[in-house]
């Protein structure tokens, strides 16, 4: 059966490493649009880091962005919904990482209505919270005003540890409050809302078309897309993917470098 429904992760999946689209995967994804199919970016970026991804694919798909909990339509720069850890939650958490990871850094990811609501800061780290990515735009606060509002992500940084190491350390601990994701394995933990997942963000968007899970197909590469790859009809993990993730997935495809999302497209739209 043809797919009525694509979602895609962004890094490491739709993204070359130079972080550009390909040619030939545009086209496939833009050939399965003009047919009819739904693209949906499903993304552990928030959503102001959407928009670089929309102008590389010429249209604008609904994004679910934060690993599900904030479903965002880049086309009006209008977040839809957003799910989000309480101000308890975060405390708690955060007590948490602090014991079991000694020295670990704290940051959440905040939403106003839009990805450029400049009256919420968005990104509010904790004082010396280092980043994992090269574009840090974080707002540098108290770790008491860091826990003082509801967040839709919380964020561990330990420079120079392993993510993996880190999420079996929290594993431990943590359950009651959030769940526990990584989306490189430089030293970063990503907490959601308990329940929330790339799973949950598409499905929210495909149940109001009438798509099922089985009519969905899913390509990943990290663990926080494994809640999705195991959800879809069709999970598709990358070349280039982590254990988990080809573990969870019912095929693997070429790597991000080697069109590998588009050369699974083909088979239905060329």
């Not at 694919?57 to 957003?82: E, H, K, Q, W």
């Not at 014991?99 to 990811?109: C, K, M």
Request: charged fraction near 20%.
């Amino acid at each position: 059966m043809t797919p009525a429904l694509i979602a895609s992760d962004v890094d490491g999946t739709l993204l070359d490493d130079d972080e550009k689209i390909t040619p030939r995967t545009r086209e496939a994804v833009v050939a399965a649009v003009d047919s009819g199919a739904v693209f949906v970016l499903a993304t552990g970026r928030p959503p102001r880091w959407v928009h670089p991804v929309v102008d590389a694919l010429g249209f604008a798909p609904m994004a679910v962005c934060a690993n599900g909990a904030v479903i965002y339509d880049p086309a009006t720069d209008r977040i839809i919904s957003a799910r989000t850890l309480s101000a308890d939650a975060l405390a708690e958490l955060a007590e948490i990482a602090t014991r079991v990871i000694p020295g670990a850094g704290l940051a959440v990811e905040r939403v106003g209505a839009s990805a450029h609501d400049a009256a919420t800061p968005q990104f509010v780290s904790s004082p010396g919270y280092e980043h994992a990515w090269l574009n840090p735009d974080n707002t540098e606060v108290s770790v008491e005003d860091l826990l003082s509002a509801p967040a839709v992500k919380l964020l561990i940084r330990k420079a120079g540890a392993r993510s993996s190491d880190m999420a079996a350390a929290l594993t431990k601990h943590v359950g009651l409050e959030g769940d526990i994701t990584y989306s490189t394995n430089n030293g970063l933990i990503e907490v959601v809302p308990l329940g929330i997942s790339k799973a949950t963000g598409v499905d929210e968007l495909a149940r109001p078309l009438g798509i099922t899970a089985e009519d969905v197909v899913a390509f990943g590469d990290m663990p926080n897309d494994v809640p999705m790859l195991g959800w879809a009809g069709l999970g598709v993990a990358m070349g280039n993917a982590h254990p988990d993730a080809v573990a969870a997935a019912d095929e693997v495809t070429a790597s991000n470098t080697e069109d590998g999302v588009a050369r699974v497209l083909e088979r239905w739209w060329h």
